[in-house]
């Protein structure tokens, strides 16, 4: 059983920063893509930031030049730094990854989720 759990959400203010970790844990696994969504009341759920396992990254162009991701496979941690946070960053954000284990095929895992609230 693979397991992802995330932390560093919180409260900040406009402008401010946060970086969100998500460390998988569990036996026998290879973890390919991985990801960071949110979803605002309200909202669709979307995607936030990608990085593949060679350290290709992609961004949403509403965070483009203020959140940066990074991955630490020696870890299996993904990681999101958020600068120049805004009101409209308010969300829930989770992790995603697609992981193979000995016992199934590539599948998509998720986090539990973490709040991420930016006051103005």
């Known amino acids: 059983q693979v397991q992802l759990v995330e932390s560093g959400g919180g409260l900040v203010q406009a402008g401010g920063s946060l970086r969100l970790s998500c460390a998988a844990s569990g036996n026998n696994f290879r973890i390919d893509d991985m990801a960071w969504y949110r979803q605002a009341p309200g909202k669709q759920r979307e995607l936030v930031a990608a990085?593949?396992?060679?350290?290709?990254?992609d961004y949403a162009d509403s965070v483009k030049g203020r959140f940066t991701i990074s991955r630490d496979n020696a870890k299996n941690t993904v990681y999101l730094q958020m600068n120049s946070l805004k009101p409209e960053d308010t969300a829930v954000y989770s992790c995603n990854a697609r992981i193979t284990t000995t016992r199934f095929p590539p599948s998509n895992y998720w986090g539990q989720g973490t709040q991420v609230t930016v006051s103005s």
């Open positions: 990085i593949t396992s060679g350290g290709g990254t």
